[in-house]
């Protein structure tokens, strides 16, 4: 049988679960249609999700029509759970997105899209909602055609009568070599045709667009028919196994369950699976296999390339490991949370508890980014908006009978150099010893921080080599600003020493911390800032608001487009200024703009004095990090402050 996983996507309120729903009923996988607004949905399960009638987790279910089986992906629509939403896509075979009829495409429609084309998912349409007053179908398809792709054709009859329209003829050949000659020999064999249409609907080369209503049930057996006849999928269970994890979850009993896609070859259970922890291999056997539907699981004993299941017995594994590899997939996602909260907490629960909780949210969600401070003593972690926090806060008190709050989201900031530097870092108590020499320099923005080493191996070892690598790399370090994590940054390891007798692993970490905060001292830090691109669409009479908007939010803007009685004005601006400028926006457009806001990467600070002072960061207080060196004279250690250090160093 067949393969095929396919997801929904949408911007929220479009219509997904209800459209999830008809899917399942249709193909006889559940006998009732739920419905969001009745709290009975199959795939909005859990009762958060059915108190506040969105999205929040996504869920799976599986039908089969005619010899395939197919893998149907429920994700949120809210933006809140866009990191939800990304890591699911990553494992489609298909996409299918949901655009309503009334609203046409949205902001978040739009983030969606370009989510599918960064990951090359190939994706059909489906206009909801045709049967809702203010319903303008041709409207919905022209702004998929001018805001999304031109390269989308409507089916409005069955696939056959599509195929041999001429007006459809015309327009693939024009988009296919093969098809062009075969046009023009009169050539309309439609099995050669719609042969060709699936394979440039699977290279993204075409995006089949239907229509119809979810909840009234119309449209709803074509578009099974049609995704039936366009798709396909090639998986290899013939060879080895392999696998990417996509999802962390935890039963009601704690067990860690790894939901899996399988590449290639077939898994059962008791195997024993090998994959990377970042420089170490592991090798973990399989304990159970369970295939969800919904909330429902059924245990199995073997699963084949392109099926979906959750395993037990993984205990390393996180979202986004490659099983069967032994090297570790660097995933670099999209939706990147730019806030930050600390969690608040009643004094009589004990600190290691509320943390042990959270970290297995952490796991489950790695755009948490849970951090400890051990100066502060405080929890902190990285969120999308605030209906994530107050999601949050329900699971935690739910999940663990643990009732905290969050104060206010913060921007998160990062810190980055602008001059080349060399870091010095001796670490010589009585009975130690390690000293590293690093060089620092910027590197573009969003590369973070990169590593390489020169060092000969007659001056250290690659085993103590690839320690400094280890420390530098582990983990996200402070700047001296504000204490935001570094990034943007190239570090060379150029030298280094030790001895024979009184190193140890840990005396490396010592140096190579005292090594980068001594060249952080002197080298010249700017600090960085979250920044939205965005995309806006108002009539002409709203121009000059948005305009004037724009620039007191220190942001900038492109020459905007002017498309009959409408304004498109496209640019970037800091989060930390438009971050409330949506409920702005709606109100004095009377709900009849458009205002979309991407993630556009890391930027200098507009008002960097103004925060550097607001967070009073203290970098002398700060218990992990010295920049200072410890060198050792007749028997005893002795500090050495940072713009004195290089002198003494022993290996210039």
Request: include cysteine.
């Amino acid at each position: 049988m067949k393969q095929i996983t396919i997801g929904i996507v949408a911007h929220v309120d479009a219509g997904k679960t209800t459209f999830a729903e008809q899917l399942l009923f249709h193909t006889k996988s559940i006998r009732h249609r739920g419905r969001v607004d009745h709290q009975d949905a199959f795939m909005d399960n859990h009762h958060i999700e059915k108190a506040r009638g969105i999205t929040v987790f996504s869920e799976q279910a599986h039908f089969v029509y005619n010899d395939t089986m197919y893998h149907l992906i429920d994700t949120p629509g809210h933006v809140d759970f866009s990191s939800e939403m990304e890591r699911s896509i990553q494992i489609m075979d298909y996409a299918i997105v949901i655009i309503s009829a009334v609203e046409g495409v949205e902001g978040h429609t739009e983030t969606v899209w370009q989510l599918l084309r960064q990951y090359n998912v190939p994706t059909f349409f489906f206009i909801n909602k045709t049967d809702r007053v203010g319903a303008e179908l041709n409207r919905v398809i022209g702004e998929i055609q001018t805001e999304l792709s031109s390269n989308v054709f409507y089916i409005d009859q069955s696939l056959k009568k599509v195929i041999l329209n001429q007006n459809v003829i015309e327009w693939l050949a024009e988009k296919n070599d093969i098809l062009l000659e075969k046009f023009l020999n009169d050539d309309y064999n439609s099995g050669i045709w719609l042969l060709s249409m699936k394979e440039m609907i699977k290279s993204n080369a075409i995006f089949p667009i239907l229509s119809g209503s979810a909840l009234q049930d119309i449209g709803i057996s074509t578009f099974i028919k049609t995704i039936d006849e366009l798709t396909f999928a090639h998986f290899d269970s013939n060879c080895s196994f392999s696998g990417k994890v996509y999802k962390i979850r935890h039963d009601e009993k704690g067990t860690k369950l790894a939901y899996i896609k399988v590449l290639s070859g077939t898994l059962n259970v008791r195997d024993v699976i090998h994959y990377a922890v970042g420089e170490n291999q592991v090798s973990e056997k399989v304990t159970q296999m369970r295939r969800y539907n919904g909330k429902k699981y059924e245990i199995i004993d073997q699963i084949s390339a392109g099926e979906l299941v959750a395993v037990t017995g993984l205990s390393a594994v996180s979202v986004g490991s490659r099983l069967g590899c032994l090297e570790e997939e660097n995933i670099g996602n999209t939706m990147v949370p730019t806030l930050k909260s600390k969690v608040i907490f009643d004094a009589s629960y004990h600190i290691k508890d509320v943390l042990s909780c959270l970290q297995l949210l952490d796991m489950e969600d790695p755009s948490l980014k849970l951090t400890w401070d051990e100066s502060l003593q405080e929890i902190h972690i990285h969120v999308m908006g605030s209906i994530q926090l107050e999601i949050l806060q329900q699971i935690i008190m739910d999940r663990f009978q643990l009732a905290v709050t969050f104060d206010k989201p913060n921007i998160l900031y990062k810190e980055t150099i602008n001059t080349t530097v060399i870091g010095y870092g001796h670490f010589e108590p009585l009975k130690h010893y390690a000293e590293v020499h690093i060089k620092l320099e910027p590197s573009q923005r969003s590369r973070g921080i990169s590593f390489q080493s020169v060092c000969h191996t007659d001056d250290l070892i690659v085993g103590y080599q690839n320690l400094v690598k280890h420390y530098l790399l582990e983990k996200e370090h402070r700047g001296i600003l504000t204490g935001s994590p570094l990034t943007d940054m190239k570090i060379t390891l150029l030298t280094g020493r030790a001895h024979n007798k009184h190193t140890s692993g840990g005396d490396f970490k010592e140096a190579t911390l005292r090594a980068l905060r001594q060249g952080l001292e002197k080298a010249e830090i700017i600090l960085l800032e979250p920044f939205y691109e965005f995309k806006i669409k108002v009539d002409l009479d709203d121009m000059g608001r948005v305009l004037s908007d724009i620039q007191a939010s220190y942001g900038i803007f492109n020459p905007p487009e002017i498309n009959s009685n409408k304004a498109i004005i496209t640019g970037s601006v800091p989060v930390a200024t438009f971050i409330g400028y949506s409920t702005v926006f709606a109100s004095f457009t009377h709900g009849k703009g458009s205002l979309s806001l991407q993630f556009g990467g890391y930027h200098q600070c507009h008002n960097e004095k103004e925060v550097i002072e607001q967070i009073a960061y203290n970098k002398n207080a700060d218990k992990e990090y010295s920049s200072s060196s410890i060198f050792c004279s007749k028997g005893q250690g002795f500090i050495v402050p940072w713009d004195e250090a290089e002198e003494k160093m022993h290996c210039l």
